[in-house]
């Protein structure tokens, strides 16, 4: 998380709905309005809350690192878990080769763009090409052993999802959706904006371009 203040509270309290009983690792990535103290004031179930280098790969490493579960499930500050989370991923964990998966999503608040692009990602779900809002969940052992995240600011969702669909069997569950902000697109001109930012950024991640250079042209929307 990082200047989460608007977004943290809903998604503290649906983590506490639909998934009570897991551990909760909160990393915060140098939030310099409210984050951190929403999540200290939040008493409905045990938070554990980490400091790290700013950086989605950094932070998600370090969560990684203090867990202590036997599958990690990561989750932007922005997304709201499907109720029954933990027994949907145990069942797709008991399916023949699967090291991890992904759910189906949908874009809030819904509009006819956020919908189009929730069409989209869905059906590209099916050949398992992702980004983590999708909420990643993954075994422990799996993710060790692959060495985890890129220490990335931008990509590492891609660069991981990639090393893990040539290991084994990636889940799609499609019986439950994340709902994920669609702030980004919050009405058409900057829905297409920031398609085509993200498709410059594929761009140039290909090419090698630094990964301060992409994040420097990725809006920060909060």
Known sequence: MLNEERALPSTLQNIAECAPGCEVILVDGGSSDLTL??????T????????AERGRGNQMNSGAAAATGDV?????ADTLLPP??????????????????FFRIAFVPRSPLADFYAFCYNLRSHWRTFYGDACLFVSRETFESMGGYQASLLMEDIELIRRLRRSGRLAYVRSGTVRTSARRFA??????????VWMWLHVLHAFGVSQEKL????????
């Open 37 to 42: 103290e929403i999540a200290a004031q939040f």
């Open 44 to 51: 409905a179930m045990p938070l554990i809350v980490l400091n």
């Open 72 to 76: 990690l499930l990561f989750l932007h």
């Open 84 to 101: 029954g989370t933990p027994a949907l991923i145990a069942e797709a964990m008991r399916r023949p080769g699967t090291i991890g998966g």
């Open 187 to 196: 009405s058409p001109g900057t829905g297409v904006k920031m398609l085509g």
């Open 215 to 222: 994040a420097r042209r990725y809006p920060d929307e909060r």
